[in-house]
Nanobody, 123 residues
Framework: QVQLVESGGGLVQAGGSLRLSCAAS????????MGWFRQAPGKEREFVTC????????YYADAVKARFTISRDNANNMVYLQMSSLKPEDTAVYYC????????????????WGQGTQVTVSS
């Protein structure tokens, strides 16, 4: 079992930045592809980005490309999401997730999930 806990969310003005963290326990993250998803009120959970177990390859949703950066620190069992140039439409609960299958964008492919952290971007 992998337990994931997100932190770093908050309220920020449009154009600002936030850094989300995801701390893992229970197992080392080094064997997992890690992803970030988000869910806005009344909408389905959507893919944001993911990173391979080695950290060499990443993949981003078009909506966040060039604004968000995913990274990981396997030695400390951490995953990060650096968000810049934030927009009101980025407002959502952000979730960290883990899977063993690879760079995948569907929620159904992820085995472990955190509880989420709220990000609110004001205009």
């Amino acid at each position: 079992q992998v337990q994931l806990v997100e932190s770093g969310g908050g309220l920020v003005q449009a154009g600002g930045s936030l850094r989300l963290s995801c701390a893992a326990s229970g197992r080392t993250l080094s064997g997992y592809t890690m992803g970030w998803f988000r869910q806005a009120p009344g909408k389905e959970r959507e893919f944001v980005t993911c990173i391979t177990s080695s950290g060499v390859r990443t993949y981003y949703a078009d909506a966040v490309k060039a604004r968000f950066t995913i990274s990981r620190d396997n030695a400390n069992n951490m995953v990060y999401l650096q968000m810049s140039s934030l927009k009101p439409e980025d407002t959502a609960v952000y979730y960290c997730a883990a899977n063993v299958a690879g760079l995948l964008t569907s929620t159904s492919n992820y085995d472990y999930w955190g509880q989420g952290t709220q990000v609110t971007v004001s205009s």
